[in-house]
């Protein structure tokens, strides 16, 4: 979707560029995001805020525990 319609920035625009660790000033400078009118900065401002959200604090282990078949009879 459009978030800006000014400088044609689309919501995943947005989000690509937050999530690689762009703060909002950041991706405003490199977007010109929310720099005419202004209407879109509350909704653009939402959209890093999310993407910044959903990132997660700590790398998650992808090792399991084994489990041991149980032995035949």
Known sequence: ???CV???VS?????RHARAGMSFD???FELGVATQCGRCEGC????????????PVAAISQHSPSIQE???A
């Open 1 to 3: 979707m459009i978030v």
């Open 6 to 8: 000014c400088r044609r």
């Open 11 to 15: 919501d995943r625009e947005i989000a």
């Open 26 to 28: 950041d991706i405003q």
């Open 44 to 55: 653009a401002r939402d959209v890093v805020a999310q993407c910044c959200a959903s990132q």
């Open 70 to 72: 149980p032995a035949a």
